[in-house]
């Protein structure tokens, strides 16, 4: 499966389940292809390539499709994820619930301010950067979210990989690149850069595309 393809097939299945939230049973391919930005004719070449199928009339039925693209997603038992750096954006993450319906769960976050670590009042606990691998091996964590300073992003990434972490999503304003590890692996990172992303958004804006 391609980037492109797993991208659609994980807005599949985040549609797929607001849509049994309310209550449906059945979906369409043309519902999918609305949620996920897509042709239907796309939708149904997915499923084909998944060996995925449906009744033609009848549509598929939404609780094996989210059973049947869960698995292909790897999904299963609850993932955990943690948040290093719990300034503004680091919290608003701490405080979304949203991740739940994907079977995704923050389970604690980090950060060198003993202000911030220290307020028991957090929805999610927070411990200091000194107990970053004893934590990530007591939850059984591999997935960690970066939103710390520029300053701090390259020895955060550092401290991850020696911690065992192997998902990278950051925020910092750094780009951050996949290097093996002493153990051999090569870390899953994503980019995402707020700042330059708006900036894109703006210069399309001034200059559309013809």
């Known amino acids: 499966m391609n980037n492109d393809m797993l991208i659609r097939v994980t807005r599949?299945?985040?549609?797929?389940?607001?849509?049994?939230?309310?209550?449906?049973?059945?979906?369409?391919?043309?519902?999918?292809?609305?949620?996920?930005?897509?042709?239907?004719?796309?939708?149904?070449?997915?499923?084909?390539?998944?060996?995925?199928?449906?009744?033609?009339?009848?549509?598929?039925?939404?609780?094996?499709?989210?059973?049947?693209?869960?698995?292909?997603?790897?999904?299963?038992?609850?993932?955990?994820?943690?948040?290093?750096?719990?300034?503004?954006?680091?919290?608003?993450?701490?405080?979304?619930?949203?991740?739940?319906?994907d079977g995704l769960r923050i389970v604690a976050g980090f950060d060198n301010d003993p202000i911030v670590y220290s307020d028991a009042s957090q929805p999610i606990p927070v411990y200091p950067m000194s107990r970053l691998e004893e934590v990530i091996s007591a939850l059984k964590v591999s997935v960690a979210i970066i939103t710390v300073p520029e300053a701090a992003a390259t020895d955060t990434y550092a401290q991850l990989l020696a911690a065992g972490i192997t998902g990278i999503l950051n925020f910092s304003p750094v780009t951050l690149k996949s290097v093996r590890t002493k153990d051999g692996i090569m870390p899953v990172v994503h980019n995402i850069n707020i700042g330059l992303e708006l900036e894109q958004i703006f210069y399309e804006l001034k200059f559309p595309r013809t």
């Open 12 to 101: 599949y299945y985040r549609a797929l389940n607001r849509l049994r939230t309310i209550g449906l049973e059945k979906v369409f391919a043309h519902n999918l292809a609305d949620a996920a930005g897509v042709s239907a004719a796309v939708v149904r070449k997915d499923f084909s390539q998944l060996e995925i199928h449906g009744q033609k009339r009848g549509g598929y039925e939404i609780t094996d499709l989210i059973e049947r693209i869960g698995t292909i997603l790897g999904k299963g038992d609850e993932q955990h994820v943690i948040v290093v750096g719990c300034g503004r954006i680091g919290k608003a993450l701490m405080h979304y619930s949203g991740f739940e319906s």
